[in-house]
């Protein structure tokens, strides 16, 4: 094989690898639709999950969240405006998702939160404080920033590792894997999985459900 023949191939797989490259990053950063199909509906909502919305809403939204996730803070808004358009028929369960450095720190920062009763106002000031501790191990500033909106934080950090959180974390973990999640945020809505991910598919899935509801 000539040289210039040589020099040509190499540049030919260079460019295919990179091109590759390329494709697996856009697919792993991309948010991820829920799986098609749900292998056990009970793992969907455990007793445990943080709710917000009436308990005995008609629609229940299922969102599996990582607090690191930017998509997860970009979709919390959206999710505020359908809760107050419908704030007695529309509810939220949280299920955790740990996919960054920061994670999990901050998922039992917002458990201790939700001990004294701070679960809402400590999870909107984290999520507005994400691009400041995003994949910092140990989230310092959502710290500062659940502080700032009343949390004890020298009970949240003696309460943060307790046998209760653990379990949690645990139990989540083991249902993200059974119904099949790989990516955040993923939604369901009563059971249903939403197939094409954005906010106006998961509004027209809401209110497709309320109208069953009636």
Not at 31 to 48: D, G, M
Not at 118 to 143: C, F, G, M, S, T
Request: proline content about 7%; some cysteine; hydrophobic content about 45%.
């Amino acid at each position: 094989m000539s040289r210039r023949a040589i020099v040509l191939t190499i540049s030919a797989v260079t460019i295919l690898g990179f091109a590759a490259a390329a494709m697996l990053y856009k697919g792993a950063s991309a948010p991820q639709e829920a799986p098609a199909v749900i292998q056990s509906a009970s793992a969907l909502v455990r007793f445990h999950s943080p709710t917000l919305g009436p308990i005995n809403a008609p629609v229940t939204i299922v969102e599996f969240f990582d607090p690191s996730c930017e998509s997860c803070r970009a979709f919390f808004p959206y999710l505020k405006q359908i809760m107050a358009k419908y704030p007695n028929d529309v509810r939220i369960v949280v299920r955790y998702v740990l996919l960054h450095k920061g994670s999990e720190e901050a998922v039992r920062l917002l458990e201790s939160a939700r001990m004294q009763g701070l679960y809402e106002p400590v999870l909107e000031a984290v999520l507005n404080a994400q691009p400041q501790w995003h994949d910092d191990p140990k989230a310092l500033k959502a710290w500062e920033a659940a502080q700032a909106v009343g949390l004890n934080v020298e009970k949240a950090r003696e309460t943060m590792n307790s046998a209760r959180i653990d379990q949690i974390l645990a139990q989540d973990a083991e249902d993200v894997k059974t119904v099949g999640v790989q990516g955040t945020p993923t939604f369901f809505v009563n059971g249903k999985p939403l197939t094409q991910f954005g906010p106006e598919p998961l509004l027209e899935l809401v209110q497709s459900e309320m109208q069953k509801a009636q």
